[in-house]
């Protein structure tokens, strides 16, 4: 059999005895999520709810539950936020290039500090790849107060030498076109 295509994650979880947020489940369609987290509902006594994400290497979506009650993921997945790691330089270099950002994707790009909600499809920061992590954790029970959500669905993460290389060559055309 092959590898699932998708993962489920549990991003909050305030139900059952000892509060524990089950691993990552492997599942091989939406459906089969969908499944899972009826079957998680149907177990569930007040007060417990959860929040769950299903993705894929590039579209998540995300779904409520509560005793009897799980919401249903939408059919169609969105694209998840786009994180562009890199050093100071990389990022300073990238700012520089914002008229090459929005001739390539339109928009401005944003820098994440590691602690504001993600809303935008492609973000850039210093943050090394275990900070990132750290922050895009789903937040435990024990962490409520400490720790906020910064994400439903988990980002994808990219090296900023990436987009570098996208907006470098996107600023040659620019320049060409001007000229």
Same mark, same amino acid.
């Given at each position: 059999? =092959?590898?699932?295509?998708?993962?489920?994650?549990?991003?909050?979880?305030?139900?059952?005895?000892?509060? @524990?947020?089950? #691993?990552?489940?492997?599942?091989? %369609?939406?459906?089969? #999520?969908?499944?899972?987290? @009826?079957?998680? &509902?149907?177990?569930? =006594?007040?007060?417990?709810?959860?929040? #769950?994400?299903?993705?894929?290497?590039?579209?998540?979506?995300?779904?409520? #539950?509560?005793?009897?009650?799980?919401? &249903?993921?939408?059919? @169609? !997945?969105? %694209? +998840?936020?786009?994180?562009?790691?890199?050093?100071? *330089? /990389?990022?300073?270099? $990238?700012?520089?290039?914002?008229?090459?950002?929005?001739?390539?994707?339109?928009?401005?790009?944003?820098?994440?500090?590691? =602690?504001?909600? $993600?809303?935008?499809? *492609?973000?850039?920061?210093?943050?090394?790849?275990?900070?990132?992590?750290?922050?895009?954790?789903?937040?435990?029970?024990?962490?409520?107060?400490?720790?906020?959500?910064?994400? /439903?669905?988990?980002?994808? !993460?990219?090296?900023?030498?990436?987009?570098?290389?996208?907006?470098?060559?996107?600023? /040659?055309?620019?320049? +060409?076109? &001007?000229?």
């Amino acid at each position: 059999m =092959s590898a699932a295509p998708y993962t489920l994650r549990f991003t909050e979880w305030r139900c059952g005895h000892h509060g @524990q947020r089950p #691993a990552d489940i492997p599942v091989h %369609s939406v459906e089969q #999520a969908q499944l899972i987290l @009826q079957a998680i &509902a149907n177990a569930m =006594s007040q007060p417990g709810h959860a929040r #769950a994400a299903i993705f894929n290497e590039t579209a998540g979506a995300c779904a409520y #539950a509560t005793d009897d009650f799980a919401e &249903a993921f939408p059919t @169609q !997945l969105t %694209s +998840r936020t786009v994180i562009y790691h890199g050093s100071n *330089e /990389e990022i300073a270099e $990238l700012l520089k290039l914002a008229a090459a950002f929005d001739y390539a994707y339109g928009g401005e790009l944003e820098q994440w500090d590691g =602690s504001t909600y $993600l809303d935008g499809m *492609e973000v850039i920061t210093t943050l090394t790849t275990p900070e990132i992590e750290a922050a895009i954790a789903p937040v435990e029970w024990w962490d409520e107060g400490r720790r906020f959500h910064v994400c /439903e669905t988990p980002p994808v !993460l990219k090296p900023a030498a990436e987009l570098l290389t996208e907006l470098r060559e996107a600023n /040659e055309d620019l320049v +060409r076109g &001007a000229a």
